[in-house]
Every structure is written in structure tokens, then in C-alpha cells.
T-cell receptor, first 118, second 110 residues
Framework: GAVVSQHPSWVICKSGTSVKIECRSL??????MFWYRQFPKQSLMLMAT?????????EQGVEKDKFLINHASLTLSTLTVTSAHPEDSSFYIC??????????????FGPGTRLTVT | LAKTTQPISMDSYEGQEVNITCSHN???????ITWYQQFPSQGPRFIIQ???TKVTNEVASLFIPADRKSSTLSLPRVSLSDTAVYYC???????????FGKGTKLSVKP
């Protein structure tokens, strides 16, 4: 199957700093990328959807100025958590959808990034 | 987006067949049914996808009745490593977004 990578796999940062998480589709072109957040023992919550070259669409309740998403190419999307606070500590997961495996609506997930804000 | 309902948790023993049923009463004509598996601190992993009747791959089988208002994921002869959360989702073609419900936490015991 198609492979999606995330970097870093985990990060610890101080409160008030910004953190960038990268999501890459390694062997296919991702027309759409998604960012999810998952708190302990909870399900994945969709944060935003981005299409290459256009602005991201944020889900209700997600601050677009705090969670900056850039989808500059068909293989890379970045999520920047600005002015991070301890409540932003979570598991961030990206997924990518594109022409892979013969189905243009299959969605492949990255391994996730564990963010801890101290 | 069709809302899905699945049991919160299930217990099983090694070697048994496990069937997890998902209800999606409001499924639309162009919706596909997809199941994902997630281990702790990992991203979800695609298991199987189907539209109607039965789909089988090397990992699982998916049974979908004619009215498509429910589906059943069947895991044959589970092992301890199948302990995970299983999510049932419906997706409307290339325009849909995957919205996750609570999933079913499967615990396989020795």
C-alpha cells in the first residue's frame, strides 16, 4: 500500500514556542491531505483538510491562526502549532488521499506525531 | 456524512473468529464502507473496504447486507496482536472526509 510518513515522530517543546510537523506521501501524489488530533483514549478528531495549492478548510472549533497548515506540493503538507500550550499536547496524525492503489478515495495515514508541551 | 454506531468494546480469545458489527442507517448511495485498525500511538491502518455483499482479503472479510445499513467485519482466528481499536467509517467517494466515531476496542486474551 501507499506510504505516508510524518516527522518528527515525537517532539517536546516549551510553552509559547511553535512546532512544525511534516507529512509526506512517499510513493504517490496526494491531492488532499488531512490533519487529525487524538487525545488519550479518544477517537481521532479531524482538524482540517487541505488541497495542494489552496487554503486549508478547518473544522468548526479549530483555530486556523493557531494551527497553520501548508500544502505546498502534492507530496508534502505541514502543520505548525503556533504558541503552543500544554493543552495542545496530543497525538497528531496526518493522512493523504490521492491516486494510489487504483482507488482515488483511499486514504492513507501517517504514523503520527506525539507533541508534548511543557 | 453517515453516522456509524459500533460496540465500544469486545473481548475474545486467541484462535476465535471475531465479528464486529457497525450500523450506518443513513448511508448514501455513493458511500463506501471502510474499516481501519489502530494500535496505541500509531496511525490507523486500512483493513478492508466494500460497497455491497462480501469482500475478503488476506486479513479480514466484510459482510454487507442488501440494504447496506450495517456491515460486519470478520477477523478469522484472532491472535494477541489483533488487540486494537477498530473503526468503521463510511466515505462518499472522492469528496468525502473520514470522520471517526468512537471505534470498538477489541481485547484478545490468551
Amino acid at each position: 500500500g501507499a506510504v505516508v510518513s510524518q516527522h518528527p515522530s515525537w517532539v517536546i517543546c516549551k510553552s509559547g514556542t511553535s512546532v512544525k510537523i511534516e507529512c509526506r506521501s512517499l510513493d504517490f501524489q496526494a491531492t488532499t491531505m488531512f490533519w487529525y488530533r487524538q487525545f488519550p483514549k479518544q477517537s481521532l478528531m479531524l482538524m482540517a483538510t487541505s488541497n495542494e495549492g489552496s487554503k486549508a478548510t478547518y473544522e468548526q472549533g479549530v483555530e486556523k491562526d493557531k494551527f497553520l497548515i501548508n500544502h505546498a506540493s502534492l507530496t508534502l503538507s505541514t502543520l505548525t502549532v503556533t504558541s503552543a500550550h500544554p493543552e495542545d499536547s496530543s497525538f497528531y496524525i496526518c493522512s493523504a488521499r490521492g491516486l494510489a492503489g487504483g482507488l482515488d478515495y483511499e486514504q492513507y495515514f501517517g504514523p503520527g506525531t506525539r507533541l508534548t508541551v511543557t | 456524512l453517515a453516522k456509524t454506531t459500533q460496540p465500544i468494546s469486545m473481548d475474545s480469545y486467541e484462535g476465535q473468529e471475531v465479528n464486529i458489527t457497525c450500523s450506518h442507517n443513513n448511508i448514501a448511495t455513493n458511500d463506501y464502507i471502510t474499516w481501519y485498525q489502530q494500535f496505541p500511538s500509531q496511525g490507523p491502518r486500512f483493513i478492508i473496504q466494500g460497497y455491497k455483499t462480501k469482500v475478503t482479503n488476506e486479513v479480514a472479510s466484510l459482510f454487507i447486507p442488501a440494504d447496506r445499513k450495517s456491515s460486519t467485519l470478520s477477523l478469522p482466528r484472532v491472535s494477541l496482536s489483533d488487540t486494537a481499536v477498530y473503526y468503521c467509517l463510511v466515505l462518499g467517494g472522492s469528496q468525502g472526509n473520514l470522520i471517526f466515531g468512537k471505534g470498538t476496542k477489541l481485547s484478545v486474551k490468551p
